[in-house]
Nanobody, 122 residues
Framework: QVHLVESGGGLVQAGGSLRLSCTAF????????MGWFRQVPGKERELVAYISRNAMVTNYASSVKGRFTISRDNARNTVHLQMNSLKPEDTAVYYC???????????????WGQGTQVTVSS
């Protein structure tokens, strides 16, 4: 059974860093565009970043550009999100997602992780 497992969330002070990881099971990661989304209560889930199958293309939400970096290790079936200079407004549940269809896009993921909480204190 395919599943994505996130880790690395937690509580950090503003200005600090966290590194999220997403490991895929029963799924060949290299076939999928991978992304990180986040959601706060009462708001829609938003795309934070995505990375193409071969890691040649990345894209970021304007709110995190220059602070977050997405990367992938297809051999280890893992995707990472390095988050630096964190702000209180980055507080959310972060979800890993995988999409098979399309090229360099992640608008309709086939699989989601269970989410990991990131809390940034001021």
């Amino acid at each position: 059974q395919v599943h994505l497992v996130e880790s690395g969330g937690g509580l950090v002070q503003a200005g600090g860093s966290l590194r999220l990881s997403c490991t895929a099971f029963e799924l060949t990661l290299s076939w999928y565009t991978m992304g990180w989304f986040r959601q706060v209560p009462g708001k829609e889930r938003e795309l934070v970043a995505y990375i193409s199958r071969n890691a040649m293309v990345t894209n970021y939400a304007s709110s995190v550009k220059g602070r977050f970096t997405i990367s992938r290790d297809n051999a280890r079936n893992t995707v990472h999100l390095q988050m630096n200079s964190l702000k209180p407004e980055d507080t959310a549940v972060y979800y890993c997602a995988a999409q098979y269809r399309g090229t360099n896009t992640i608008n309709s993921p086939d699989y989601w992780g269970q989410g990991t909480q990131v809390t940034v204190s001021s």
